[in-house]
């Protein structure tokens, strides 16, 4: 069974951090792309960072360019989402997805590229 699942997520106040996890099983993680996803009540889902599985490439929003980064560990079959200097406008729920093309463009991911996703944890930032 393919699963991938969010943890990290919780509140914290604006300009602080928090790590998101994201935990595959089920697949070849190793030949995967992972996305990160974001959405914000009453708002469209938005892609917010991808990684590219070997060459490790990223891409992410401009919004939150020098503030996020994502990496991956493939001993753990886990992507993370550090995420410093947090906003108010960075509250929503995130998810992370994986993409079997393990293809990154150069913009934000786009959620038609991707195959699996997690249900999603939640971030709220506090101004």
């Known amino acids: 069974e393919v699963q991938l699942v969010e943890s990290g997520g919780g509140l914290v106040q604006a300009g602080g951090s928090l790590r998101l996890s994201c935990a595959a099983s089920?697949?070849?993680?190793?030949?995967?792309?992972i996305g990160w996803f974001r959405q914000a009540p009453g708002k469209e889902r938005e892609g917010v960072s991808c990684?590219?599985?070997?060459?490790?490439?990223?891409s992410y929003a401009d919004s939150v360019k020098e503030r996020f980064a994502t990496s991956i560990d493939n001993a753990k079959s886990t992507a993370y989402l550090q995420m410093n200097n947090l906003k108010p406008e960075d509250t929503a729920v995130y998810y992370c997805?994986?993409?079997?093309?393990?293809?990154?463009?150069?913009?934000?991911?786009?959620?038609?590229?991707?195959?699996?996703w997690g249900q999603g944890t939640q971030v709220t930032v506090s101004s």
């Open positions: 997805a994986a993409d079997s093309l393990n293809y990154c463009s150069s913009g934000p991911p786009l959620e038609y590229e991707f195959d699996f």
């Open positions: 990684i590219s599985n070997g060459d490790n490439k990223t």
């Open positions: 089920g697949f070849a993680f190793g030949d995967y792309a």
